[in-house]
């Protein structure tokens, strides 16, 4: 209780000034003894008052060097203490606890803003000026193709024009470019910004897919000339199929050469107008109407589907689908026509002469959650001139082929979200269409 009261600054503060006091006024009587004792007193005091503060004072140091190390776990102890001693304990642990609290909410806060940057279509990548990746989300390392990306100069292994972009981008620069990789051809535009970020200069680029942008208006362009086609060739055929049937019907009395060449006539108008029917088609898809259905069971169907419309007996069909209750949701009625065709495709490409004709479904989930449909064979493959353009309305390689049956394809994965691309694999001999739902 003693030692409790004399630790008390206040007590010696008093004191302090008593014997001063008392010093001044034993110097007033000339009484030199007392004056001695009450400077040594006071001496004893002011050295006491010091090393209160130097105690203090490493209190203080010791909290910031624990900070520093992030060490949070301290508390200093505020019973057995003088008023003052544990006034400042107290506070000592207040400020522990304030900035403890403080270094959660920042830390919460970056998960969170982490979390949208995953969360966003546009790839983010924060570089500074020598090159080294401060940060980066999912999608970034998606569209370049890359799982671990902490230097631009590993760009080289993706291409070295994007690379050489990446190093000379300015802010306020937007650029696009091109690079082929094992999804096939990667368009990316490039928006450049820069900030300082803890006292360093960094640049912001943003990159997104424009892929779906240029199919989207290249099938939109198509679309419009299909439709001007077959309205003006259907606006033209109809009179004519029309008037030939009347004179059939009009004039049975007709001679023979004449009644062949109208019967000629109305034959080559109406399969020319049930050809350009079935052009209206790739114009006149229904909206996706999505539900949830499994993978495995609709794969199976497909299968049964199409050897039952193609007698190819040769051709041994396979089924992979991780995990065994893997569900997609998307219009099964439409997803339906894209396999089947795929499908029908296959059992084409591989013919009947093969006896070791393969045709693989692997169904997966990609590290974005994404669902993979690969339908893949080991029938000839597409050579490169020809794979560039099979997407492409009315482009046919075969003989009575219309060029619709991809197109079309493609177009309803783009409708229902996801993407339709040709990958071949020369190394195993495979054919592969991959099928991505988001």
């Given amino acids: ?40 007193g006071l001496a004893i005091v002011i050295i006491s008052v010091h090393l209160l503060y130097k105690r203090n004072a490493r209190k203080v140091a ?17 019973e057995g203490h003088s008023s003052d001693d544990k006034l400042v304990n107290e506070s000592l642990n207040r400020i522990t606890r304030m900035l403890f609290q403080a270094k959660a909410e920042a830390i919460q806060r970056e998960k969170y803003y982490e979390l949208i940057m995953n969360q966003v279509n546009t790839g983010i990548i924060v570089e500074d000026d020598k090159g080294n990746i401060v940060q980066t989300n999912r999608e970034a390392t998606r569209l370049l193709g890359l799982t671990i990306f902490t230097h631009v100069r590993q760009l080289s292994r993706v291409d070295e024009a994007v690379e050489r972009l990446f190093e000379e981008a300015r802010a306020g620069e937007k ?39 240029l199919d989207d208006k290249e ?29 059939l019907t009009t004039r049975p009395d007709a001679d023979t050469e004449i009644r062949t060449g109208l019967e000629v006539i109305s034959a080559t108008g109406k399969n020319l107008m049930s050809f350009v029917e079935s052009y209206r088609k790739f114009t006149h898809i229904p909206t996706p109407q999505p539900t949830l259905f499994y ?22 069909a396979r089924i992979e689908v991780e995990p065994e209750d893997l569900i997609v949701y998307a219009d099964e009625g439409l997803i339906s026509q894209v396999v089947l065709n795929l499908l029908k495709n296959a059992i084409q490409a591989i013919g009947t002469e093969r006896k070791d004709g393969r045709i693989q479904i692997k169904a997966y989930c990609d590290p974005t959650e994404a669902v993979i449909i690969e339908v893949s064979n080991n029938g000839p493959a597409i ?15 075969k003989e009575n082929g219309s060029g619709i049956g991809l197109s079309i394809s493609r177009q309803i994965m783009r409708l229902s979200g996801g993407s339709l691309v040709l990958r071949n694999d020369p190394t195993k001999g495979l054919t592969t269409f991959v099928l991505t739902f988001p």
């Fill in 62 to 78: 010791f909290l910031f060097d624990a900070i520093d190390n992030n060490d949070y776990s301290f508390k200093y102890a505020t």
């Fill in 295 to 316: 993978v495995r069971a609709f794969s199976e169907r497909m299968v049964q589907l199409a050897y039952h419309q193609n007698n190819y007996p040769g051709i041994d």
């Fill in 219 to 247: 099938i939109e362009s198509w679309i419009r000339l299909t439709r001007v086609l077959t309205h003006e060739i259907m606006n033209s055929i109809t009179p004519i199929t029309s008037l030939s049937d009347t004179l």
């Fill in 175 to 213: 650029h696009q470019i091109s690079f082929t990789n094992e999804r096939g051809t990667v368009h990316l535009s490039v928006r450049v910004s820069e900030m300082t970020l803890r006292e360093k200069h960094v640049r912001i680029l943003a990159i997104n897919d424009i892929n779906s942008e």
């Fill in 1 to 40: 209780m003693v030692k409790r009261i004399y630790n008390s600054l206040g007590l010696r503060l008093l004191l302090v000034v008593g014997l001063s006091i008392a010093i001044g006024y034993a110097f007033w009587e000339r009484d030199w003894i007392v004056a001695s004792c009450c400077a040594a």
């Fill in 383 to 397: 050579p490169p001139e020809e794979a560039e353009h099979i997407f492409v309305p009315f482009f046919t390689t």
